[in-house]
């Protein structure tokens, strides 16, 4: 096989075409995606969203189309989208861009669509716009078509987020240098987000550093406590890499001395359901599944109440995205899928501790994307 850049083997014609037979298979006469990981997955093309409509539109049956303001086609020219072939219909200024994308999906069909889906995270005037311009039709979201396919991560696609876990892995590997007793947490993530960038990502989604009873609360980001010693310290962090593809990963430390006698005990629980939650992972096995495999642990460690989220979500373009590891969800796991194993206990008004590693499911179990130690690591402050 000829070496091809990763853009190429990142997107293709053929994710446009699978979203119009998933759309066809559900009855779906039209979707409609604007700028935001949707658009990236299927074509390749990152626009800004903005008040001007640029859509992906897959007509159930016929050529889907990507709708753009006229001075935007240099740009969709220049990015993945350009190579694939896609037929680009440019508005002018003066147009009413959804008239425009009506006339051809309704060519396309031969009829008024009834049934149109739009992306989860569409605008509400670019949305209501197309439903104005099609009266008639009854909107939907779009992520029964998208998800599934964006749920099953290619080879390619998996090599994308096994980087960014990679780059990630580095950056805890090296916290000792910042986070440290004295220092605050504001000052800690400072420095955390800079070696973010400096592994490679393009930009820094969170750092959370959670100190003490900031540790609690598990999406507490960042504050001007000042770390003390013996403090648990929470550390979840992730970026976005080049192509786009996510990391995401907790690691807790204590720092400056030893923890409370206790966190032993209850740290060793949550490992444990880490553990068992990621061998659990394999086809076949449901979402809730997974889940429960690490609340039982966790529940019969005596720390149920304790675990007040759920086990995971799904990673790629978006740091959270199908498939959830949630109860309620039935899903089977198929080779492909990324998400998190990422259980906690979190002491109101005290502390708070959690691990997170990246995970694939295989053909036969499960791939790790991040590694370094999941006990609980000791910083000498
Ligand atoms: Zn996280
Ligand atoms: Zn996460």
């Known amino acids: 096989m000829v070496a091809a850049p990763s853009s190429s083997l990142l997107v293709s014609i053929d994710r446009v075409h699978a ?47 990507l709708v753009v303001p006229r001075l935007e086609v240099p740009m969709v020219e220049a990015s993945p989208a350009g190579a694939l072939g896609l037929e680009v219909l440019a508005w002018d200024e003066t147009d009413d861009a ?3 994308l009506a ?14 889906a739009v992306g989860n ?24 078509v998208i998800d599934r396919l964006r749920m099953v991560k290619t080879p390619a696609e998996v090599e994308e987020l096994a980087l960014a876990g990679a780059a990630i892995d580095r950056v805890h590997a090296a916290m000792a ?4 007793v004295g220092r605050t947490e504001a000052e800690v993530g400072a420095d955390i987000a800079a070696a973010i960038l400096a592994e490679g ?26 770390v003390q010693a013996g403090d648990l310290v929470v550390v979840d962090i992730g970026g976005e890499t080049a192509t786009g593809y996510r990391s995401d990963c907790t690691r807790t430390y204590v720092v400056g001395g030893a923890a409370a006698p206790d966190v032993a005990e209850w740290y060793a629980v949550l490992q444990q359901a880490q553990e068992a939650a990621t061998a659990a992972v ?21 720390w149920g109440e304790h675990f007040i989220h759920r086990t995971g979500h799904g990673i790629g373009l978006d740091t959270h995205e199908a498939p959830y590891v949630v109860a309620g969800n039935d899903l089977p796991l198929e080779p492909g899928m990324a998400f998190s194993v990422e259980p906690g206990i979190y002491l109101a008004g005290r502390c708070g501790a959690r691990i997170e590693d990246i995970v694939v499911c295989t053909d036969d179990g499960v791939r790790n994307l991040n590694g370094g130690p999941r006990e609980l690591v000791e910083l000498p402050g």
């Open 177 to 180: 240098g910042w986070l440290r």
């Open 282 to 302: 394999r086809p076949g096995v449901t979402c809730e599944q997974i889940d429960a495999v690490a609340r039982d642990v966790i529940i019969e460690g005596g």
């Open 19 to 65: 979203a119009r037979a998933v759309a066809d298979e559900l009855g779906v006469d039209l979707l409609v995606v604007t700028p935001g990981s949707d658009l990236r997955y299927l074509c390749g093309y990152s626009a800004h969203a903005m008040e001007r409509l640029t859509a992906l539109a897959v007509p159930r049956r016929g050529e889907p189309l």
């Open 98 to 100: 959804f008239a425009r």
């Open 103 to 116: 006339e051809a999906v309704t060519a396309r069909l031969g009829a008024r669509p009834t049934r149109i």
């Open 121 to 144: 995270r569409t605008w509400a005037e670019h949305a209501l716009g197309v439903q104005r311009a099609m009266p008639g039709a009854a909107l939907e979201l779009a992520s029964p």
């Open 201 to 226: 990502h393009v930009s820094v989604d969170f750092t959370i550093v959670g100190s003490g009873p900031n540790g609690a609360s598990p999406h507490h980001e960042l504050s001007d406590r000042v």
